[in-house]
């Protein structure tokens, strides 16, 4: 079993910045992946960015690059995601999840651990 606690959502106008933290808990984590997922409301949960707790190169949408970064401390078994530049577009409930598996995926399916989410507003 693998818990996911988010935390650092909020309110913030466009143009600001957020930080999303995620804990991780329950087993050790090497070569997985740990993802973040956006839903906004009446939408389908998309693929924002992910990481190997190993390192390594990490992967973006296309509509967060630039703007966004992934990390992970693996010391604290925490992965967080940085969001500069925020757009009102960029509103949404924000998931980290866990993939047990060395390959990347967009599909939320592949996922099977999710945290249970954090609101990022923007205002325009």
């Known amino acids: 079993q693998v818990q996911l606690v988010e935390s650092g959502g909020g309110l913030v106008q466009a143009g600001g910045s957020l930080r999303l933290s995620c804990a991780a808990s329950g087993r050790t984590f090497s070569t997985n992946i740990m993802g973040w997922f956006r839903q906004a409301p009446g939408k389908e949960r998309k693929f924002v960015a992910a990481m190997r707790w190993s390192g390594g190169t990490p992967v973006y949408t296309d509509s967060v690059k630039g703007r966004f970064t992934i990390s992970i401390d693996n010391a604290n078994n925490t992965v967080s995601l940085q969001m500069n530049s925020l757009k009102p577009e960029d509103t949404a409930v924000y998931y980290c999840?866990?993939?047990?598996?060395?390959?990347?995926?967009?599909?939320?399916?592949?996922?099977?651990?999710w945290g249970q989410g954090t609101q990022v507003t923007v205002s325009s």
């Open positions: 999840a866990f993939r047990d598996s060395f390959y990347h995926s967009p599909d939320p399916r592949a996922y099977a651990y």
